[in-house]
């Protein structure tokens, strides 16, 4: 149900000048046809190297192992973003009530070093912030792709998000730890609740535990499951907006497994969410007008409020 698409032609191995060939022309439509009709793509040979994956999990989950108290002094500060979560801190469907099963670690490279688990954790850092480069230089290149397809500018979208990274720009690398769900869960408690993501895209790198579900249009929630070398990517509800509804943002949830064997287990994911620089006026694409223009930070507080 969930196109999956073979990258190469515009992997993070190639130069980007390449737009006129027939295989980035393909490709850019395959991309675009997923997202107006499932809004996830699974893309293959996007040339971030599985061992740098494995790397970003390992770190991320040698942090979510250390003892709360020392996560605790990471936490995210008040009408910030960046920095810990603890568990069931956050519901992504407000009306399920407890909270989701998880804990993450939201991340920005202008938090600084400082900002960071160094103390325990030496080269997280580094580690994150490599991750991170290399998400931001994968999603410019959908975001390429994403105007190819629509006829639009190589770099229309890109030239929109040129502050990835630094202020005015809320980007962010978010990992996430589901740990072992445990006995005492409450009646609609889930690992993360039904929601759209908000902003433009979103790149997920899931390990192979599973529970991830997609809900598109006039559908039931299907299994959105781990694919092995391929990222899943999302539309986030603000690129809806600013396609006026020719692209989609589809729901999502994360469910409890059912196999007891998998309910011991923790589960890790990776999200990098996508936001345009702050200023950028969310006008609809197509000159349509059907959606009133917005800046996209006042249209990513609106969203943010609705959820914290
Ligand atoms: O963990 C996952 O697979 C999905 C997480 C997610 O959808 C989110 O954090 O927005
Ligand atoms: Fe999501």
């Not at 991170?132 to 929109?160: K, P, S, T």
């Not at 390990?207 to 929630?221: H, Y």
């Not at 409890?256 to 969310?282: H, N």
């Not at 349509?288 to 409020?305: C, G, Q, V, W």
Request: aromatic share 12%; glycine share 8%.
């Amino acid at each position: 149900m969930i196109p999956i698409v073979n990258f190469d032609a515009y992997s993070l191995d190639q130069t980007t000048d390449s737009e006129d060939s027939p295989n980035v022309q393909k490709l850019a439509k395959e991309i675009c046809h997923a997202f107006s009709s499932v809004g996830f793509v699974y893309i293959q040979n996007h040339g971030i190297g599985g061992s740098t994956i494995q790397q970003f999990l390992s770190t991320s989950k040698q942090f979510f192992d250390e003892p709360v108290t020392v996560k605790k002094e990471y936490t995210v500060p008040k009408d910030d973003y960046y920095g810990w979560m603890g568990f069931q801190s956050e519901s992504l469907n407000p009306e399920r009530k407890g909270g989701d099963l998880k804990e993450s670690y939201n991340f920005n490279p202008r938090i600084g070093e400082k900002g960071t688990p160094i103390k325990v954790l030496p080269n997280f850092y580094d580690v994150y912030n490599n991750f991170f480069e290399q998400c931001q230089e994968l999603a410019y290149r959908i975001m390429d792709l994403m105007c190819i397809g629509m006829g639009l500018d190589r770099v229309y979208i890109r030239n929109c998000h040129q502050l990835i990274g630094q202020d005015g720009n809320l980007t962010s690398l978010r990992s996430l730890y589901y740990p072992p769900v445990p006995q005492d869960v409450k009646p609609g408690q889930i690992r993360c609740g039904e929601h759209t993501d908000y902003g433009t895209i979103t790149l997920l790198f899931q390990d192979d535990i599973g529970g991830l579900q997609v809900k598109p249009c006039n559908a039931d929630f299907k299994a959105a499951a781990p694919i092995l070398g391929t990222v899943l990517v999302n539309l986030g509800a603000l690129m809806q907006r600013w396609t006026a509804d020719k692209l989609l943002a589809t729901e999502h949830r994360v469910i409890i497994p059912e196999e007891e064997i998998k309910r011991k287990t923790g589960r890790q994911s990776v999200a990098f969410f996508v936001q345009p620089d702050d200023d950028v006026m969310i006008t609809c694409l197509d000159k349509s007008n059907k959606y009133e223009p917005i800046t996209a930070r006042d249209y990513l507080n609106m969203r943010f409020h609705a959820t914290f």
